[in-house]
């Protein structure tokens, strides 16, 4: 070093290094904040004294206020959804990610107009470091509310109508194309679709995937059947689609849990699968693989999901800037078609 050059002074990210830790929990430890294991805090402090760091002050007033807290925020109805399989897989991905970054999950549920309200002060008390948002349907109030947060926001899904900086998504479009094209393949002309709520994004693009394959190999779709995501909802979805299209012999459901409704049904029904009618669901969930017969599928990424969410919500509680995440689907071929 030329003499009489300035020192450069260690920076916070050399100390996390050093530590062997995340930024996150070494400004944690350094602010004496919750929720950070005596061995990092005491490589924290380690690494303090072996390259002199010196804490800026204005990052320290900031970093005072973290809580050592990440939320997975649901936006819906019923409070069984925590048990539904699909958002227990995203709740093990995303916990696995945050005990890597030392911050806790905390769950919440904006099941009726005092969820969200609970929720909405949540956002504005900055209650957590940041937030994971999913299940939002069109016209959300909690979609503006997460807009205009002060806070880091990941969304779990794209919402309706929005184009939020900070997403994770799986391609929903693609993987029902996918499906679609494969009924297509086994020579089916009369393929039914029950699609997901149609004012959710999740629903909407898988109904395009459908529509789109059908409209390439010069087939007609069929109205959509529109359930809620849930077995009975397929069930009645497919009741219906028997009554108005007795001649289907091929049937897209935009998730498992109603491509097994539907399975029962026609068992119901005397119609055999796949001889008769042919099912792909979506998903790849444990009902896929019990259900009778067992169910070909998408399958989605579902523990990656929660998992890269929650990933990138770390990114952006340590200053950075990540770009938005499309995780890939694949067909998994099983005996219902």
């Known amino acids: 070093m030329t003499e009489g050059a300035p020192r450069r002074h260690p920076t916070l990210d050399e100390v996390a290094e050093r530590a062997g830790v995340s930024r996150s929990v070494a400004s944690r430890a350094l602010n004496n904040a919750p929720h950070v294991s005596r061995a990092k805090r005491e490589a924290v402090e380690r690494a303090v004294r072996q390259l002199g760091y010196v804490p800026n002050p204005t990052a320290r007033a900031l970093a005072t206020r973290q809580t050592g807290a990440a939320a997975l925020v649901i936006s819906g109805e019923d409070p069984s959804i925590f048990a539904d399989p699909f958002y227990a897989q995203v709740i093990v991905g995303a916990s696995a990610a945050l005990e890597e970054a030392d911050l806790h999950l905390m769950l919440c549920l904006a099941a009726s107009d ?26 959300d109030p909690l979609t503006g509310v997460a807009e205009e947060a002060e806070m880091p926001v990941v969304f779990g899904g794209r919402p309706v109508g929005s184009a939020p ?39 909407r693009a898988r109904y395009r995937g459908y529509r ?38 091929g049937v897209f459901a935009a998730n498992d849990n109603m491509a097994a409704g539907a399975l029962r049904t026609l068992r119901e029904a005397g119609r055999a699968v ?61 005996s219902s078609a």
């Not at 956002?123 to 470091?129: H, L, V």
């Not at 900086?165 to 693609?174: I, K, L, S, T």
């Not at 087939?219 to 001649?247: K, R």
């Not at 399958?299 to 990114?315: D, K, N, W, Y």
């Open 212 to 249: 789109d394959a059908l409209l390439a190999a010069g087939l007609d779709p069929l109205p959509p059947q529109e359930g809620d995501f849930t077995e009975p909802s397929g069930s009645a979805a497919m009741a219906v689609l028997l009554a108005n299209h007795p001649d289907l012999d």
């Open 274 to 334: 796949p001889a008769d009618v042919a099912v792909v669901g979506f998903d790849d969930l444990t009902v896929a693989r019990v259900a009778d017969p067992p169910l070909t599928t998408v399958h989605q990424p579902i523990t990656a999901l929660g998992r890269e969410m929650a990933r990138m919500l770390v990114t952006l509680i340590n200053g950075q800037d990540p770009t938005p995440l499309i995780l890939p689907t694949r067909l998994v071929t099983r």
């Open 165 to 203: 900086r900070w997403y994770v998504d799986v391609d929903n479009v693609g993987g029902a194309r996918e499906a679609t094209e494969y009924l297509v393949s086994l020579g089916r002309t009369r393929v039914a679709v029950i699609c997901g709520r149609l004012d959710t994004e999740a629903g």
């Open 114 to 139: 005092r969820g969200r309200k609970r929720v909405e002060e949540l956002f504005r008390s900055k209650g957590a470091d940041g937030v994971m948002l999913m299940g939002l349907r069109e016209d």
